[in-house]
């Protein structure tokens, strides 16, 4: 699977963006599909996940109710739409699939997927 990530750019506080992340091939739907993020001098931290066929969506504390992930099987994208943007969501956003699902505590852990987009810039200013 390649992913390739896209949507971002310098907005707001208080304003929106939705990110993209397009991938190739067959099985889209297999997949579990997460975006994670990482501000400058810090870790990469799970954002939001969208699991493989369940389809449920876990979220970090930090974005519950201002972000959603969600997915276009017959385009295989993922969607990240971000609404109420802080400064604090400043960061590189990726995307990460892995076939199949994980439990929670898992699927906030980068080792636990097998591939990555490029990432994408979001710039937040106040």
């Known amino acids: 699977v390649q992913l390739q990530a896209s949507g971002g750019g310098l907005v707001q506080a208080g304003g929106s963006l939705r990110l993209s992340c397009a991938a190739s091939?067959?099985?889209?739907?297999?997949?579990?599909f997460s975006w994670f993020r990482q501000a400058p001098g810090k870790e990469r931290e799970f954002v939001a996940g969208l699991r493989s066929h369940s389809g449920s969506s876990p979220y970090a504390d930090s974005v519950k109710g201002r972000f959603t992930i969600s997915r276009d099987n017959a385009k295989n994208t993922v969607y990240l739409q971000m609404n109420s943007l802080e400064p604090e969501d400043t960061a590189v956003y990726y995307c990460?699939?892995?076939?199949?699902?994980?439990?929670?505590?898992?699927?906030?852990?980068?080792?636990?997927?097998?591939?990555w987009g490029q990432g994408t810039e979001v710039t937040v200013s106040s």
């Open positions: 990460a699939a892995r076939l199949g699902s994980l439990a929670f505590s898992f699927l906030q852990r980068t080792v636990n997927y097998d591939y």
């Open positions: 091939g067959r099985t889209f739907t297999s997949y579990t």
